[in-house]
């Protein structure tokens, strides 16, 4: 058992970064008894990259597997089959069984950066929902009204607009709650757009006898611009597969009021660390700028090494301090063929290049003033260049990617 200080030195640590947990009550009775809690994070492996956003929930579980809790990792490579409807306004496109195969497998290798392998169990729950028959699901879907599944803000949305909802999606919640009865979750953890997913859980354990699971949800990160949640279609992500010089610039550039949430959402700091950090900030003895740098760096160290953190951040001071260029730049051999007219298009430069990923989106960046070559910016509408400008030349997009086109 534990005392009433220890239940509430680890509440502190799961409520830190604006984590919430219902019913909060419960969360406590079950720590009261000092056991080892069974803490669930279930992942549809429908991408293979993952992004500090998606991290956060991994951070959490390594929180809760250092205060000697036991985290259940599960990969829903049978819930990926339908698709998480969770903020969809429509039906999300199926997954072959192998690019689930393959996406699982990069989501794991990138999750045990963060989580201690040692306090993991690694379940599959095709293991159990493809073995159910027509009457195990017919079992199931009975403890779940259509009322209540409409009272999901996605599909209530979808449903009032006229919008398909295909049968297979209102699966998808009573699958994943069939998953914590299944593994004998104590917590579950997702972000804030689960929290119907979570309590769909909670109380499909209820109905079938079993102490039902506590829902710890955490809010979703924004990206590098501060504003929408962090996402490859905004463009707006730092992946921790991130080169450590990229990761670091990257962290380098999210605006100050963020520092606080990236520190208790996406750093390896303990929250008391945090709280004595940002204390300092808030009282003048910490400059933001060197607040930042020590942010940045724990997070490349978390997924590099603390020389690798080193190396970036003497890179970072290269490129923006000394106003110098990256050493190592890559050169490339351009395959893009210049037109009727002789010259080549740049859109379809950057294109090839892959730092853009449309033509229109090159010419914006063009248009902003965001790409140079030699060091000298493209003028708006600047579109199209002679091939012997480009041969050897230094092309540059952006503030941190650099490139050298082979002569």
Known sequence: MLTDTEI??????????????IPLEACKAKLATGRSLRVKLGVDPTAPDLHLGHAVPLRKLRQLQDLGHVVILLIGNATALIGDPSGRNSTRPPLSSEEIKANAQTYIDQAFKILDPDKTELVYNADWLLSLD??????????????????RDDFSNRYK?????????????????YDSVQVHADIEVGGTDQLFNLLAGRELMEKMGMEPQVCLTLPLLEGTDGVQKMSKSYGNYIGITDAPDDMFGKVMSIPDELMERYFYLASSLKPAEVAEIMAGLEA??????????QL????????????AAQAAEEAFDRLFKDKDVPEDIPTVVLTTAPGDDGSIYIPAV???LGFASSASEARRLINGGGVKVEGAMLEVGCYNLDPALLAGALIQ?????FVRIAG
């Open 8 to 21: 509430e030195e680890q509440l502190g640590t799961i409520l830190s970064g604006d984590a919430s947990v």
């Open 350 to 352: 950057l294109v090839e």
């Open 284 to 293: 003048g003895e910490l400059h933001p700028n060197a607040v930042k740098r």
């Open 161 to 177: 607009a006229q919008r398909s909802i295909s049968l297979h999606e209102f699966l998808y919640p009573i699958m994943q709650a």
């Open 134 to 151: 027509l009457e195990d699901v017919l079992k199931l879907a009975s403890h779940f009204t259509i009322a209540r599944i409409l009272e």
């Open 296 to 307: 940045a760096a724990n997070i490349v160290s978390s997924y590099y090494s603390d020389q």
């Open 397 to 401: 997009v952006g503030k941190r990617k």
